[in-house]
């Protein structure tokens, strides 16, 4: 099996673990600086609308040996301000170009055409009108989907799973969203229906890699008040280390082609819708993935955790755990102080007084109590130590020779 199969299979085990979830500030706090800098470029420097949300009109024509300032400067002096020129195929190609202008009236029209013809040599292919009313349609359903899409949505989490499963994914979707934004103002990229039709595309693909992890989250915690093994967010953890291999591994197959329709189709082509498209989806992916990881299953724990049955349970996770330590340290003790109190157990006596050896140790062995077993009752003791403390039943040594050997029980011997 590969490395990474092996690390795979360990995370699912749980043999090795990264707790996502316990540093869940550290991640709040990047998101919080990503989404600072992409609100401010929204408000400073704003979306750049293509001609089919604002209106206006689209110059297409073909030129081989002109660049992008000669067309920017040409349509400026036929008294057109604030036109958009993109590139649309490069090295593989005739330079085919994209100039798009405010609504123009039928003389300005015509003005733009003729100047293009005479002075750069271009071949007029085609003139898109697109009135200011058109656009607003198609800015208006396209805020209408993003907002059916979003209420779908919450919906079916909360029908499928629960209520607070839906915010966190809420809360992860709209972190994407506003990333994805924010790329486009700082990139100046024009935001096109292709765009709108990509982010809606990226949407459900984090949705998608949220709603993986949120059924792994919802198996690990089943029955998981009934006992005191682990809380809520530790569970939630688990499951998020036992699906992160696959969310790494379809997010990097997504992502080879959406990077070559990108840097290759957009940079070496000039592509336009087509880079539109590329770039809210890499930039989509890349934050669907992390928010899925870092974002969704954190603010979910951080929900439950306020739940006062989880508040509970975490209390009996904490509990168990410091018993389990106090019960080992007591272990311990009791060990050590009973192999301390046999080593220091007296040795058994005669009936002079003497200390003997037990030759009979050995065939007693086996019926002997274990040290730590032995009673420390007081019995009574042998002749010549009266009141004498003893552990346990004492064994009485075997006379193996002496004068007394034989000797009736009770009698003396006559001289």
């Not at 979306?47 to 040996?65: C, E, M, R, Y």
């Not at 590139?87 to 202008?101: P, Y």
């Amino acid at each position: 099996m590969s490395r990474l199969g092996n690390i795979g299979g360990r995370l699912y085990r749980g043999e090795v673990s990264y707790n996502f979830v316990g540093r869940q500030r550290r991640w709040y706090a990047i998101s919080g600086a990503i989404l600072l800098i992409s609100i401010v470029a929204l408000f400073v420097r704003g979306l750049d609308f293509s001609v089919d949300f604002k209106g206006g009109a689209v110059f297409q024509f073909t030129a081989p040996s002109v660049t992008q300032s000669q067309v920017e400067n040409t349509v400026t002096h036929a008294g057109v301000d604030g036109a958009v020129v993109q590139q649309l195929t490069g090295r593989l190609g005739n330079k085919s170009w994209n100039v798009q202008t405010r609504s123009l009236t039928n003389a300005e029209t015509n003005t733009v055409e003729n100047a293009l013809t005479s002075q750069l040599h271009a071949k007029i292919t085609g003139t898109t009108f697109v009135g200011p009313s058109w656009g607003g349609q198609i800015t208006s359903k396209a805020v209408q989907a993003l907002i059916t899409f979003m209420i779908v949505i919450v919906l079916y989490l909360s029908i499928a799973f629960e209520w607070k499963m839906a915010v966190a994914a809420f809360v992860a979707l709209i972190h994407d969203l506003v990333i994805a934004t924010g790329v486009y103002a700082l990139t100046g990229f024009q935001v096109s229906p292709a765009t709108v039709i990509g982010l809606l595309t990226i949407l459900g693909y984090s949705l998608y890699d949220t709603v993986v992890v949120f059924d792994k989250v919802r198996e690990n915690t089943a029955g998981l008040l009934g006992g005191a093994r682990s809380t809520y967010s530790e569970a939630a953890n688990l499951a998020l280390n036992q699906t992160l291999v696959r969310s790494i591994n379809t997010s990097l197959i997504a992502l080879l082609p959406v990077a070559a329709i990108l840097f290759v189709g957009g940079g070496l082509l000039g592509a336009g819708e087509l880079k539109d498209l590329a770039l809210v989806l890499f930039v989509g992916m890349l934050s669907g993935t992390y928010s899925s990881i870092f974002i969704a299953t954190p603010v979910l724990a951080d929900l439950k955790e306020r739940e006062p049955q989880y508040q509970a349970l975490a209390k009996r996770v904490s509990v168990r755990a410091s018993g389990g330590r106090a019960a080992k340290r007591s272990a311990a003790k009791a060990g050590s102080r009973s192999v301390t109190a046999a080593a220091q157990a007296p040795l058994p006596e005669d009936d002079t007084g003497d200390v003997e050896a037990d030759t009979d140790f050995e065939d007693d062995a086996a019926a002997a109590p274990p040290a730590s077993a032995l009673s420390t009752t007081r019995v009574p003791a042998a002749r010549g130590t009266p009141g004498t403390a003893r552990p346990g039943p004492r064994q009485q040594p075997r006379r193996t020779g002496g004068s007394t050997r034989g000797r009736p029980a009770g009698k003396k011997k006559r001289r």
